[in-house]
């Protein structure tokens, strides 16, 4: 598969290649070299990221329904608005990333690293966040109704009056009222 | 099973053949003569390599994960830019081999002969070199984040920028090796051999020297 001049394939060299509002659906990207990559608007739709690095890209608004990103680096990726519902992102590096107002409904984050990401405004509703870390993570106005919590870390997790964790699976194994 | 008219079997005799851009996911290659083939951007992985000759054969840009390359034969070959990782390596002979920017994450390389390799930029975080002859190999601005190089021989090696946060550096010889610039914090140098070895601005915070002191 061809687009814009790239070849995408498995382990392919895209660093900092333009694929705005490319449509990447079902794309088998695994091992994919795309720090710096844009892909604002792309359609990422069950493509396959597994392992891909991921640094520093914009995938601001970009389509990643039912993605499957197991152990992608995203550390300071811009995903502001992106939709990742029921995407699979076991193990990802998500260190300072940008989710703000990103759809991670239904999504997996079980053992993520999110240090320090921001995920203000995002629907986390009944995501898998088990293992994960969430250490200095901003989760202002975050909804994590019926998250999964289970032996996640919240060291120093920024919430506020809005943060919806309502009947979340707590850390500690409690259900959360 | 046939490619490009050519016959893909355990001892295919493919020498110097065009087999750039295919598809061979989990093909069974065992001991073919691959020699001087052209595999630029091949997808071969999980295929079974071991005991192949890839001499001089160029595999830049290939996909090579999951692949099995024990013993083969890789001297002078050219994997830069290619995708390699938990492939098996072991005992695989790549001297003079072309590994620029390769992704040899979690690999295994024990007792691979990478003699006067091109490693530059080379990511081998988790990788097992354990007992690997690398001298005279060239690994400027490498990643070997807890890589095992435990009793490996870097001999004159190049390691300038290179980052070796969380290696095993058990009995492995770094002799005259230049480590300028090197990432070296907390390594545990105890057993090492660094006579000779240019440790110029290299970051050895908390590592443990060969005298047994522990540097600031």
């Given at each position: 598969?061809?687009?814009?001049?790239?070849?995408i394939?498995?382990?392919?060299?895209?660093?900092?290649?333009?694929?705005?509002?490319?449509?990447?659906?079902?794309?088998?990207?695994?091992?994919?070299?795309?720090?710096?990559?844009?892909?604002?608007?792309a359609?990422?739709?069950?493509?396959?990221?597994?392992?891909?690095?991921?640094?520093?890209?914009?995938?601001?608004?970009?389509?990643?329904?039912?993605?499957?990103?197991?152990?992608?680096?995203?550390?300071?990726?811009?995903?502001?608005?992106?939709?990742?519902?029921?995407?699979?992102?076991?193990?990802?590096?998500?260190?300072?990333?940008?989710?703000?107002?990103?759809?991670?409904?239904?999504?997996?984050?079980?053992?993520?690293?999110?240090?320090?990401?921001?995920?203000?405004?995002?629907?986390?509703?009944?995501?898998?966040?088990?293992?994960?870390?969430?250490?200095?993570?901003?989760?202002?106005?975050?909804?994590?109704?019926?998250?999964?919590?289970?032996?996640?870390s919240?060291?120093?997790?920024?919430?506020?009056?809005?943060?919806?964790?309502?009947?979340?699976?707590?850390?500690?194994?409690t259900i959360?009222k | 099973?046939?490619?490009?008219?050519?016959?893909i079997?355990?001892?295919?005799?493919?020498?110097?053949?065009?087999?750039?851009?295919?598809?061979?996911?989990?093909?069974?290659?065992?001991?073919?003569?691959?020699?001087?083939?052209?595999?630029?951007?091949?997808?071969?992985?999980?295929?079974?390599?071991?005991?192949?000759?890839?001499?001089?054969?160029?595999?830049?840009?290939?996909?090579?994960?999951?692949?099995?390359?024990m013993?083969?034969?890789?001297?002078n070959?050219?994997?830069?830019?290619?995708?390699?990782?938990?492939?098996?390596?072991?005992?695989?002979?790549?001297?003079?081999?072309?590994?620029?920017?390769?992704?040899?994450?979690?690999?295994?390389?024990?007792?691979?002969?990478?003699?006067?390799?091109?490693?530059?930029?080379?990511?081998?975080?988790?990788?097992?070199?354990?007992?690997?002859?690398?001298?005279?190999?060239?690994?400027?601005?490498?990643?070997?984040?807890?890589?095992?190089?435990?009793?490996?021989?870097?001999?004159?090696a190049?390691?300038?920028?290179?980052?070796?946060?969380?290696?095993?550096?058990?009995?492995?010889?770094?002799?005259?090796?230049?480590?300028?610039?090197?990432?070296?914090?907390?390594?545990?140098?105890?057993?090492?051999?660094?006579?000779?070895?240019?440790?110029?601005?290299?970051?050895?915070?908390?590592?443990?020297?060969?005298?047994g002191?522990?540097?600031?």
């Open positions: 598969m061809e687009v814009n001049g790239y070849k394939r498995p382990g392919a060299k895209l660093i900092g290649a333009d694929l705005r509002n490319a449509n990447l659906s079902d794309a088998d990207l695994a091992d994919a070299k795309l720090s710096g990559v844009n892909l604002e608007g359609n990422l739709k069950g493509a396959r990221l597994t392992d891909a690095s991921l640094e520093g890209a914009n995938l601001k608004g970009a389509n990643l329904t039912d993605a499957y990103m197991h152990g992608a680096n995203l550390t300071d990726a811009n995903l502001e608005g992106a939709n990742l519902f029921r995407a699979s992102l076991t193990n990802t590096n998500l260190w300072r990333a940008n989710f703000t107002a990103a759809n991670l409904n239904y999504a997996n984050l079980s053992h993520a690293e999110a240090g320090l990401a921001n995920l203000s405004g995002v629907n986390l509703a009944r995501a898998n966040l088990s293992g994960a870390s969430l250490y200095e993570t901003i989760l202002h106005n975050a909804d994590l109704s019926y998250a999964n919590l289970r032996g996640a919240l060291y120093q997790a920024q919430k506020n009056s809005n943060t919806n964790l309502f009947l979340a699976w707590m850390p500690d194994g959360n | 099973m046939k490619v490009n008219g050519f016959k079997k355990p001892r295919a005799k493919l020498a110097n053949t065009n087999l750039s851009d295919t598809i061979l996911p989990s093909a069974d290659l065992r001991a073919a003569d691959l020699s001087n083939a052209n595999l630029t951007d091949a997808n071969l992985c999980y295929s079974a390599l071991q005991y192949a000759n890839l001499s001089n054969a160029n595999l830049n840009g290939a996909y090579l994960r999951g692949v099995m390359l013993y083969a034969n890789l001297t070959a050219n994997l830069s830019d290619a995708t390699l990782p938990m492939a098996d390596l072991e005992g695989a002979n790549l001297e003079g081999a072309n590994l620029n920017e390769v992704n040899l994450k979690d690999a295994k390389l024990v007792g691979a002969n990478l003699t006067n390799a091109n490693l530059t930029g080379a990511d081998l975080t988790r990788a097992d070199l354990s007992g690997a002859k690398l001298i005279g190999a060239n690994l400027t601005n490498a990643l070997l984040l807890s890589t095992d190089i435990s009793a490996a021989d870097l001999t004159e190049n390691l300038s920028g290179a980052k070796l946060i969380g290696a095993n550096t058990t009995n492995t010889n770094l002799s005259a090796a230049n480590l300028q610039g090197a990432s070296l914090q907390g390594a545990n140098l105890a057993s090492a051999n660094l006579m000779g070895a240019n440790l110029q601005e290299a970051d050895l915070s908390g590592a443990t020297m060969p005298d002191t522990v540097h600031d």
